[in-house]
């Protein structure tokens, strides 16, 4: 039996740098990434900002992963879930299996920094893909996740769980202050709040941005130079 429970979902996706599960460095900042699995601007985001810097950065960020952007979702005659994406029905099926892959992730036994890194390199090898629809199970294969990692994540996906758990990002989505119609798609929010700023700096140089709000113990990349910007630490 799957051990995913849906009242767990909104914790995940919700938790601050607390307890047990901390960066190693200070400070710990939250990128929270409102994205879909079909839009291009995420998919930049992702490949161009976000996962060259993640390597040097991730002893300070706590990244978290929510693929649901402008969809709906409702209740049908047969109590069966039914998505209407904004992409079309290929972008809910690829959603969904970037939750359930990202699930299966933060639901493991790996360590805190392991399944952060596990989940980003999965998330961009998807969003790297030619066709995202169908990559997650292969991208984890590629990355050599375990079997019952990979298994938790079909039984996901192929499963009604898949759908609750779609949905469920779908009311963390619509959460968001402003709404996703305000901001835009992808939605970069940083330290749990969303401002114009810190998302179109992190859309423009996401390593700056979070290089700008670490004031002591630089990592090295915070002094390399970009697009004409030299950080001294």
Known sequence: MMRYAISTIFGLLSVSCSG????????????????????PYSAK?????????????????????????????????SNKYEFECQHGPNE?????????????ILNSNKTFEDKKSSAVELVGCAMSSANPVTAVPGCAKSMGLSAEIRKNMTDCMNSEMGDRLLAAYGDKT??????????????VVIDHVYSPENHNAA????????????????PTICSKESNGIINVQ
């Open 20 to 39: 047990s599960d901390v960066c190693k460095s200070s400070p710990c900042i939250g990128v929270d990434v409102y994205y879909v699995s079909l839009c």
């Open 45 to 77: 985001f992702i490949k161009d900002q976000l996962m060259p810097s993640y390597p040097d950065l991730k002893n300070y960020l706590d990244v978290k992963f929510i693929p649901y952007g402008k969809a709906k979702y409702k209740m049908n005659g």
């Open 92 to 104: 809910c099926i690829a959603n969904k299996a970037q939750i359930c892959g990202y699930e299966a």
């Open 174 to 187: 619509y959460a968001l202050t402003p709404t996703v119609q305000a901001t835009g798609i992808p939605a």
């Open 203 to 218: 859309i423009d140089n996401f390593k700056n941005l979070i290089c700008n709000r670490i004031s002591e113990g630089k």
